[in-house]
């Protein structure tokens, strides 16, 4: 009778540790493609702009962001095609802080723009730079009142 709950807790504690290692492998290589789709998803309605993003690889553990081929383009009502271009984005956050916080607060260590160009361009009383902060702005407020689910 006492190895045979031996026997149930150590098959119990493989199929925990089993479980827990398949998602850890999942997390590695698919959070990156997630993320990628998520902002590709919600990006006009975030941002007020279209973002393009040829590839995504995220390091969740490391908690490093590497971003190939990203385009911002302007915001309605602006002559040049983007706002940014980077052939490289690299974004190393602070993942303690981060899960501490459980998602509610983001601290960026570094952030490195390799091969980047900005367009930024002047309207009569504002800028496609100063709409899209202005439009950030209202969205991280509008959180900050919203009723927690």
């Known amino acids: ?48 702009t279209k973002i393009e993003i040829e590839h995504l690889d995220l390091h969740p553990f490391r908690g490093i962001l590497t971003i190939t081929g990203l385009t911002v383009r302007n915001p ?7 706002l940014l271009q980077a052939e490289q984005v690299k974004v190393d956050l602070g993942t303690v802080p ?17 091969g980047a160009s900005i367009f930024y361009e002047r309207a009569l009383t504002t800028s496609n730079v100063e709409d899209v902060i202005n439009i950030l702005r209202h969205r991280i407020e509008l959180a900050a009142v919203a009723p927690e689910m």
Do not use: M
Not at 76 to 82: A, F, T
Not at 100 to 111: C, D, K, P, R
């Open 1 to 48: 009778e006492g190895g045979s709950v031996a026997l149930r807790v150590a098959l119990v504690v493989a199929v925990v540790g089993s479980l827990v290692a398949a998602a850890v492998l999942l997390l590695h290589f698919y959070a990156g493609v997630v993320l990628q789709r998520c902002i590709q998803h919600f990006d006009v309605s975030f941002l007020g």
């Open 76 to 82: 309605e009502g602006y002559k040049s095609d983007y």
């Open 98 to 114: 981060l899960l501490l916080s459980l998602g509610h607060s983001v601290n960026i260590n570094t952030l490195t723009l390799k």
